[in-house]
């Protein structure tokens, strides 16, 4: 992409510029609280973005990550703490000078302009002239695949459609700072997943752009973000990278809310230091599990484990192996999930699709390996494991 | 369909026409018919003509017509800017102050006409707001009467507006009256021409505090018409209100095919 620098006359962002502090602003959240009233919409929110990194809030309805990206869009302001692009504090700064692109879940397409008037609205709004404005629309629809469609009105054109527009007219100001808001929500599930890849190809080609992506998708979070940050009742859980979250939670929400793990409270038998892995047991079954930074034996922990690494086949030579009673076999075209309980402990299971699956009240042998377990603290463990069914 | 039976559909006609005839129908039918009688002593008018008609378009009633309009259309232009403004203003307040002046605004539907005439004559009469005896007491009066329609219907266009799209607009570097102009305003328009249609219509029909107000060289038709009735000339103040009717009409279908894209949304 061309850079402003070499267009004479082209705003670098929006009107006033002032948030364009740096070339490569990140995000920087300092113990933000916004309440309204006695309601506590994101409470002591502290978070870095990095420049050009893809960040993603990742948590249920409720649990404020829209709330902490409008503090970033300049529509809410917070009750104490302060946000910073780049090294500016922009906490009471007016949204319009900003110079943030935003892409919302209803697209909001201004219905009486057409595709070229909305893309080029940032770019009136900034200032910029005639000459200016039209070869940056038509880059801009390029860059999302609807130059075609640039005389089109928004009614005329399908959800996914509107959305790619809606992007290209938040990029069309180059902002340093693109904000996401439940961006495929709207869309159906081929359409997400073809404007899943469309995002991630964006953001290849635009590497400087920071990005925060609100969702409470964790496909979506998993394949688009460096990092996430997981949140919760109005509070941020816990923060990493994508593999890292998934292969090793921090916290049993992270767990089930991130690959809906299966948790299970177990006693810990023995520890191999050696080989990082303990022993330990749950109901009438005794299991070799990852165990990184070492365990006590006799100690309480959650075992934490993947639909999908419970396999009816051994994995591997000396996978663990348990027993336990199929409740509910579901199909579920690209896999057979399957309920299944031990000495009333429920597991889910992810299995490939099975010729002949087993019946409800059949006894069957799971297996997992032992690097595909992980034990997080026991005082989490309350929360059994079939909170976040999937 | 909410009635997808045949009998229903044809007793819900049924039932419009008997309910809608004699309540919203017949007072038209009747003075339609009235203008063009030439007596009335029966069920039904006789020695029809043309005459009042004629009369009414002859007659000071053109001035009158135009008088009304004219009203007609500043109050209502007027009533439009008022009333829109006083909407974006409470809505942005957003406390309980907004409630407070929301219901000022409303209060004048509230009052009878004659006392908001009587109201204004008393207020206007005197130095150094001397307004007694021009037309432009006759505008404010039509302006307090209609700028509540106009409020109230701007407020509900703007309660349905979803915030998002302005806040697009701010983010994408538009200031506030640039946002209000190229993005609120225009998606407001279905509301906006309502609320115009709504004023000019009362504006054309009000009488009870223009009759306090009015100055001898600005009656309007509504004025005329009352003068004429009291008389006694009862078929020509049915003329002047056909008249009335079909221009309140025109400009009313006019008005209403002003549609914008916003209408699509």
């Given at each position: 992409m061309a850079d402003a620098a070499v267009m004479p006359g082209f705003p670098r962002a929006a009107a006033g510029a002032k948030a364009a502090v740096r070339a490569r602003p990140g995000i920087r959240f300092d113990r933000v609280t916004v309440a309204y009233r006695s309601t506590v919409?994101?409470?002591?929110f502290s978070l870095d973005v990095e420049p050009g990194e893809v960040m993603a809030l990742l948590?249920?309805?409720?649990?404020?990550k829209t709330t902490a990206l409008r503090t970033v869009a300049g529509f809410v302001t917070p009750t104490s703490g302060r946000v910073f692009l780049g090294d500016t504090d922009?906490?009471?700064?007016?949204?319009?000078?900003?110079g943030i692109g935003m892409v919302v879940q209803q697209y909001a397409?201004?219905?009486?302009?057409?595709v070229e008037q909305n893309v080029a609205f940032g770019l009136r709004a900034a200032g910029a002239s005639r000459a200016t404005i039209a070869p940056r629309v038509t880059e801009c629809l390029t860059m999302v695949g609807m130059?075609?469609?640039?005389?089109?009105?928004?009614?005329?054109?399908s959800g996914g459609q509107q959305q790619r527009v809606a992007i290209a007219r938040a990029l069309a100001i180059r902002p340093r700072v693109l904000l996401l808001d439940?961006?495929?929500?709207?869309?159906?599930a081929q359409l997400r997943s073809g404007m899943l890849n469309e995002i991630a190809r964006l953001h290849r080609e635009l590497p400087d752009v920071t990005i925060l992506y609100v969702t409470h998708d964790q496909v979506e979070a998993l394949t688009l973000a460096d990092r996430i940050a997981v949140m919760n009742d109005s509070r941020l859980v816990d923060v990493g990278t994508a593999q890292s979250l998934y292969?090793?939670?921090?916290?049993d929400f992270t767990a089930t809310f991130v690959g809906n793990a299966n948790l299970v409270p177990v006693t810990v038998e023995a520890f191999d230091a050696a080989r990082q892995e303990a022993r330990v047991r749950f109901a009438a079954c005794s299991v070799v599990v990852r165990a990184n930074g070492g365990v006590t034996p006799g100690e309480r922990r959650t075992l934490c484990v993947r639909?999908?690494?419970?396999?009816?086949?051994?994995?591997?030579?000396g996978a663990n192996a348990i027993e336990a009673r199929v409740v509910e076999v579901q199909w579920r075209g690209s896999a057979h999930r399957l309920y299944l309980e031990i000495d009333g402990i429920e597991l889910r299971a992810d299995s490939k699709p099975l010729r002949e699956p087993p019946h409800r009240g059949e006894r069957l042998i799971v297996h997992f390996a032992a690097h595909d377990a992980t034990l997080l603290a026991a005082a989490q463990a309350d929360r059994g494991s079939a909170d976040h069914r999937g | 369909m909410l009635l997808p039976s045949r009998p229903s559909r044809v007793a819900a006609w049924v039932l419009f026409f008997v309910l809608f005839?004699?309540?919203?129908?017949l007072p038209i039918v009747v003075v339609g018919a009235a203008s063009v009688?030439?007596?009335?002593?029966?069920v039904l008018p006789s020695h029809l003509t043309l005459r009042h008609l004629h009369d009414a378009f002859v007659s000071n009633a053109g001035i009158e017509l135009l008088t009304s309009l004219a009203t007609g259309i500043i109050a209502s232009v007027v009533a439009l800017v008022i009333g829109t403004w006083a909407a974006l203003a409470v809505r942005a307040l957003r406390r309980r102050g907004a409630k407070v002046i929301g219901t000022l605004f409303v209060l004048p539907i509230a009052v009878p006409s004659v006392s908001v005439g009587l109201g204004l004559l008393v207020a206007f009469?005197?130095?150094?707001?001397?307004?007694?005896?021009?037309?432009v007491i006759v505008v404010i009066a039509h302006v307090v009467l209609v700028t509540a329609f106009a409020f109230s219907s701007v407020s509900a266009g703007l309660a349905r507006l979803p915030a998002h799209f302005e806040q697009v607009a701010a983010s994408l570097g538009g200031r506030p009256a640039y946002v209000l102009f190229r993005v609120t305003l225009p998606l407001l328009t279905p509301s906006l021409v309502a609320a115009a249609g709504l004023c000019f219509a009362l504006s054309m029909g009000e009488l009870g505090a223009t009759i306090m107000v009015y100055p001898p060289g600005w009656v309007t038709l509504p004025v005329g018409i009352f003068a004429l009735t009291d008389r006694g000339a009862v078929f020509d103040g049915a003329a002047l209100t056909v008249l009335l009717l079909v221009l309140t009409l025109v400009v009313l279908v006019a008005v209403s095919r002003i549609r914008t894209r916003a209408s699509y949304r």
């Open positions: 919409a994101l409470a002591d948590g249920p309805s409720g649990s404020g922009v906490t009471s700064m007016p949204a319009h000078q900003r397409l201004f219905p009486h302009m057409r130059a075609a469609y640039a005389r089109r009105y928004p009614h005329e054109l439940e961006p495929l929500s709207a869309l159906d292969q090793q939670p921090p916290s639909p999908h690494a419970l396999a009816l086949e051994p994995p591997a030579a | 005839v004699p309540v919203f129908g009688a030439g007596q009335w002593n029966d009469s005197r130095p150094p707001f001397l307004l007694n005896g021009t037309s």
